[in-house]
């Protein structure tokens, strides 16, 4: 018995060590790609249009495109929403500023750009990868998903966008300010030209 135990662990201690260095170099080029945020959403991108050209071709799996915008909306109200909800802090008594003499907060997202943009990458992954088994390959008729989930959009984004509007602030930052300061004049560095 305990010889049959021991080829068993000797069996799982190479499947696990595999699965370590595979995590850890996976993780090494996920940490690699956080700073080229352009290059990440345009290889996000061509996932997204292969996925597309798939359903397109197979004429099916519109119940798996759907759950898809649905996550993909709730992604984007995660990305959207401060991570400290104004509606709650109200009522703890601490609040976003709303006058100019309050106390700068800045923006911090509930959901990161980086984790949003992972899980929507992995989210298109394994919606190409539901498209080769037809179990997931239900028919429906697909108008119907796409004007519910196009109603669902505008009302949620009418939602986020009202919520924006009452607690005045934006999700959106245009990079760092910068600050030019005054230009100095040869005549004040002391610099006659004669």
Known sequence: MEG??????TAVAPIAKWKSVFSRTFQY???????HLTERWLGTLAIAAIYVLRVYFVQGFYIVSYGLGIYILNLLIGFLSPKADPELEVLDGASLPTKGSDEFKPFIRRLPEFKFWYSITKAFCMAFLMT???VFDVPVFWPILLCYW???FVLTMKRQIMHMIKYKYVPFSMGKQRYTGKK????SMGLVMD
């Open 4 to 9: 049959l135990g021991d080829d068993a662990g």
């Open 29 to 35: 080029y996920l940490d690699r790609s956080t700073p």
């Open 132 to 134: 080769f088994f037809s």
């Open 150 to 152: 196009i109603a669902l």
């Open 184 to 187: 100095t004049s040869a005549s």
